[in-house]
């Protein structure tokens, strides 16, 4: 169910109650694309704070990529599992439903197709919907980035980029823009790697601002390769055209499962999935 329900007067974000005491909770799965690079740590950032909010559930992760899926088998002896290899496990043991959260900003084509593979199994799930989903979650990551946003200097620009997509929810990223600019003024940009705005829109705009000083930020889940090579690499990246342009660069390579505000909105959509499952009372 992709349906956002009614809260039942409890606020969002409340910790998980004794709803399922003595029966089997329904257990959560983390469904990421996944990374090859060291900046798989940052899973692990999200899955302490998940297990702490959710006592009693089990935490179980699946990846949709079968490169990082293989990577894993040979790097660390263990072959990483799919989100419907997952599920089946689960309703082996005898679980009837479970929450599968998705790890995307977006709902774009990554999204859709976790949705698909999970329909097509025979457990019931409830879908935790992406980062950027509801009006209250785009806000709620505003205030998440406030504390670096909020400190943009007078003769600085600060831009975050996204990987993009070509799938209609691209315009996220434009809906994401005009907000920033309203709670932060124009200093701020958006900008991605695939499609619009695009780097060279988004370089155009700091050089008629007159600004000397650029910081980046990467506006993805984990600082991964992307981050390695194409914020900040070597040869055609952002920060090197931005540096032939005559602009001084700072990377902050922080992806965005270290801020808490983010995983607060991660936490709130797998609430909103256990709100949606029935018979609470009856297991499962």
Do not use: N
Not at 31 to 54: K, P, W
């Amino acid at each position: 169910m992709l349906k956002r329900l009614p809260k039942d007067g409890m606020p969002c974000g409340r910790e998980d109650t004794d709803l399922w005491a003595g029966i089997m909770k329904p257990p959560i799965v983390l469904a990421a694309f996944g990374t090859t690079t060291a900046a798989r740590q940052s899973y692990a950032v999200l899955d302490e704070h998940i297990r702490a909010a959710f006592p009693g559930h089990e935490v179980h992760w699946a990846f949709s990529s079968r490169m990082v899926r293989d990577f894993s088998q040979q790097r660390h002896g263990r072959k990483g599992k799919g989100p419907g290899e997952v599920l089946e496990e689960l309703q082996a043991r005898g679980f009837e439903w479970a929450v599968v959260q998705s790890l995307h900003l977006l709902a774009g084509h990554e999204f859709y197709r976790l949705v698909e593979e999970v329909q097509a199994g025979s457990i019931r799930t409830a879908m935790g919907l992406p980062l950027f989903w509801a009006p209250e979650d785009y806000g709620a990551f505003l205030e998440a980035l406030a504390p670096k946003l909020d400190a943009v200097g007078r003769d600085e620009a600060i831009i975050l980029v996204g990987h993009g997509t070509d799938h209609p929810s691209w315009a996220t990223y434009l809906a994401l823009q005009y907000l920033l600019s309203g709670r932060f003024g124009p200093q701020v940009h958006l900008g991605v790697l695939e499609g619009r705005p695009s780097r060279q829109e988004v370089l155009a705009a700091v050089v008629i601002s007159g600004v000397r000083r650029v910081r980046l930020l990467p506006l993805m889940l984990v600082a991964g390769r992307h981050v390695q090579e194409d914020l900040a690499g070597p040869e055609d990246s952002w920060q090197t055209a931005l540096e032939e342009a005559g602009l001084t660069v700072t990377l902050d390579a922080t992806g965005l499962l270290h801020y808490p505000g983010v995983i607060k909105i991660f936490r709130d959509h797998i609430v909103d999935a256990l709100d949606v499952i029935p018979g609470r009372d009856q297991g499962g």
